[in-house]
């Protein structure tokens, strides 16, 4: 173990990438100071940390900007790869990790930190797939470079935002039943983003002479159609059929898989082609360096839990952070856990989050808006289509749940965990946010937020209102598109009646 604890002067290439944007926090958190290289430095604002961190404009394919962006560092992260930037990427990967090498090594870096891909014992590397055979030549780049080398090799990894594990995620929810190829049988050593952070801060302080790869996973090793039965468990899904056949190239199984999920072709083919290899540990020595927690990494059930603690505690972010038709993020004021979304995060990331934006300018103050909105429900109504609301009450009624009949307790007033009808309070700030949770019995998690506003602009009042829907298996998502039709009636109704109903009480008091 290497004893020297003084803070050391971090880069951080890829910061706007999964592992990288997740890692600045936690190298922040052991007392270092960091330096990030991005292509678009104005990714990274909306980060917590973005004002603790120096961001420098650079690319690790342009000599420059490496070379100043390495000047003065102790530690460089290289977390970048060309993964979905065409059949191109493994000369691309080749060029830039060269030049990276070479560039450390002028620099007086000290050491250099990489994260690859796990591969197969035995297996020949021209029989790899060009994904894992270009992380295994990136990690051999940078060990000959002259700068000791940690070269990091993972094989899935669980937490919201990796594509490893968003692709399991939207297979396993949106697939009840499959005919999967047979890579679902081959069996993998999936590892907690958690764990890979620890590790990746912890190799910042190895010993000099160590320049060498270490598998990294987590204590279960199994199949990936057993890490797709164990999401469902996890997730609360009903058990899944999945019945794999020998055929499926990986070219099909990937125009499948991009069917299926949002995740992008061109990211899913490699990692497709990846799964058909068996990745599972071979060592464990980086343990001499890094200890183990106490307990152990984190099991493949509980990084689950943590990657899909988020949406399921509703943490998710208000009105103004989401733009019409957008998936809502997790507040950029808070830091939150690894697991977590962050903002820099691809759309398809995160799980599906339906919404329904409403937005309205209001001729009225923001206090007669705010009166009408904290007015909402019981006998006051829901200013739009009562027959709806009441067959919406009914129906839940019909399966056991509470309908409409819990009214409110206060006609005038809310407070946080008050009932009305078949949502309950959630949130209030008192003249701007109401957010309410649906009781009601869904296949998924709903809110209704409405949210009173000035417009910076002219400084009028504006009226914001959306609906949320995070679905749980193949039936939520076919309940939210079966309803979403009358969406325009029900919410676009709620959203012009409350602001007709504010503007009439401002003329009926002026």
Request: net charge positive.
């Amino acid at each position: 173990m290497a004893t020297d604890s003084r803070a050391l002067r971090c880069l951080v290439t890829g910061a706007t990438g999964y592992i990288g944007g997740r890692l600045v926090p936690e190298l922040l958190a052991a007392g270092h100071s960091v330096r990030c290289l991005a292509r678009s430095p104005g990714k990274l604002r909306d980060h917590p940390w973005a004002g603790r961190v120096e961001v420098v404009r650079g690319d690790v394919t342009d000599g420059d900007s490496v070379r100043a962006a390495l000047e003065g560092m102790d530690v460089a992260y290289y977390l970048v790869h060309a993964l979905g930037s065409g059949s191109g990427f493994e000369e691309a990967d080749r060029r830039a990790a060269g030049l990276f090498g070479e560039a450390a090594r002028a620099a007086g870096v000290r050491r250099i930190v990489y994260l690859g891909g796990l591969t197969p014992e035995g297996v020949p590397e021209r029989e790899l797939s060009p994904h894992l055979r270009s992380r295994a030549e990136v990690g051999r780049i940078l060990m000959a470079s002259g700068v000791p080398t940690a070269a990091l090799r993972a094989a899935v990894v669980i937490g919201s935002g990796s594509a490893s594990f968003e692709m399991l995620r939207y297979l396993t929810e949106r697939l009840p039943a499959m005919v999967t190829p047979s890579w679902v049988s081959t069996r993998t050593q999936p590892i907690a983003v958690r764990d890979v952070l620890r590790l990746l801060v912890g190799c910042a302080r190895l010993p000099d002479d160590v320049n060498r790869t270490f598998d990294i996973g987590g204590p279960d090793v199994l199949t990936y159609e057993g890490m797709m039965r164990r999401y469902a468990a996890v997730a609360g899904l009903p058990k899944r059929v999945i019945v794999p056949v020998p055929v499926l190239s990986p070219r099909l199984s990937s125009l499948w898989v991009g069917l299926v999920t949002p995740v992008p072709g061109a990211v899913a083919r490699p990692l497709v082609e990846s799964l058909r290899h068996e990745v599972v540990c071979a060592e464990h020595d980086l343990a001499r360096y890094v200890p183990d927690p106490p307990g152990g990494p984190l099991g493949l059930d509980q990084a689950l839990r943590l990657a899909l603690t988020r949406i399921r505690d509703a943490d998710v972010a208000p009105l103004p952070q989401t733009p019409s038709g957008g998936t809502p993020r997790t507040s950029a004021s808070a830091p939150g856990a690894p697991s977590d979304p962050l903002p820099t995060d691809p759309d398809w990331a995160g799980g599906s989050l339906y919404t329904d934006h409403r937005e309205r300018a209001v001729d009225a103050s923001p206090e007669a808006l705010w009166r009408v909105v904290e007015a909402i429900g019981g006998e006051n109504g829901w200013y739009s289509s009562p027959w709806a609301w009441a067959l919406r009450g009914w129906l839940d009624r019909l399966v056991g749940g509470a309908g409409l009949r819990r009214g409110r307790r206060d006609a005038a007033r809310l407070r946080v965990g008050d009932c009305l009808g078949f949502w309950r309070v959630e949130e209030i700030d008192p003249g701007r946010l109401l957010r309410l949770r649906a009781e009601m019995r869904l296949p998924g998690l709903a809110w209704l937020e409405l949210r009173v506003d000035r417009d910076p602009a002219g400084g009028g009042t504006v009226f914001r209102q959306q609906a949320l829907f995070h679905p749980r298996g193949l039936a939520g998502h076919l309940y939210w598109w079966g309803v979403s039709p009358f969406h325009a009636m029900v919410f676009g109704g709620m959203a012009r009646n409350i602001a007709a109903e504010a503007e009439a009480s401002a003329v009926r008091t002026s």
